[in-house]
């Protein structure tokens, strides 16, 4: 069983970057589809990006796309989320996630994805 660890949240400045890390351990993740997902107090879990196990197809929310990459280095069983030109609205917990074997490659629903992090917590000064 694979767990999830998430890091690299904090404070940033609206208009800087940030990089979150999520750490897999207990097995490789190299051969499943990650996704981050995050969400604030009161609202649904709300997808931000995907990617492949090889790491060459990634997806986007249409709300991040442009300032969002994500990446991954299975060597390192490890998969990056960075941000660029950050919002005041991008503050959130966010949270990356293992996709479910027989769910459409690209989904963005979170019931599709299981063996959720503990979430590291972004905050956006102005």
């Known amino acids: 069983q694979v767990q999830l660890v998430e890091s690299g949240g904090g404070l940033v400045q609206a208009g800087g970057s940030l990089k979150l890390t999520c750490a897999a351990s207990?097995?490789?993740?190299?051969?499943?589809?990650v996704g981050w997902f995050r969400q604030v107090p009161g609202k649904e879990r709300e997808f931000v990006a995907g990617i492949r196990w090889s790491g060459a197809y990634t997806y986007y929310a249409d709300s991040v796309k442009g300032r969002v990459t994500v990446s991954r280095d299975n060597a390192k069983n490890t998969v990056y989320l960075r941000m660029n030109k950050v919002k005041p609205e991008d503050p959130a917990v966010y949270y990356c996630?293992?996709?479910?074997?027989?769910?459409?490659?690209?989904?963005?629903?979170?019931?599709?994805?299981?063996?959720w992090g503990q979430g590291t917590q972004v905050t956006v000064s102005s």
């Open positions: 207990g097995r490789s993740f190299g051969n499943y589809v």
């Open positions: 996630a293992v996709k479910f074997r027989n769910t459409p490659i690209a989904t963005t629903r979170s019931a599709d994805y299981g063996t």
